[in-house]
């Protein structure tokens, strides 16, 4: 199988590496972050957002300018980026998280689902 890559936004310069534009254990910086988040109710997850098409990843940073922009205003902070990122790279950082969930492509998915995946795909 040829190189596969995920994208996903986060806060960075171009010249920043996507494998620094994240971290371990929870993906923070990624945006957006998925919620929910029932009132009343003791269940709570959130989860990092990825997409598999660097289009679909532009998509949603372009929809996140206006936040991005009104924010700036308040806050000392990098803009936003779209960060290309690989297989191999994105399966180590999802073995060394502790959250539950991604949401892929606008699906909702287990992490360790995709960790068994990717493992499949590549043949770890």
């Not at 957006?32 to 949603?60: C, G, I, N, S």
């Not at 000392?76 to 399966?91: A, C, S, T, Y």
């Amino acid at each position: 199988m040829g190189e596969q890559y995920f994208w996903f936004s986060a806060p960075g310069t171009e010249d920043t590496p996507a494998e620094l534009a994240v971290s371990v254990p929870g993906f923070s910086e990624v945006q957006p972050r998925w919620v929910h988040d029932p009132e009343d109710l003791p269940e709570y997850l959130e989860a990092p957002t990825l997409f598999t098409t660097k289009e679909a990843a532009e998509e949603q940073w372009r929809y996140l300018q206006d936040f991005d922009v009104a924010r700036r205003d308040y806050e000392d902070f990098l803009p936003l980026q779209v960060f290309k990122i690989g297989w191999g790279e994105l399966l180590e950082k999802l073995e060394y998280s502790h959250f539950l969930c991604v949401m892929l492509d606008d699906k909702l998915r287990f992490r360790r689902d995709i960790i068994e995946e990717l493992r499949d795909q590549h043949k770890i």
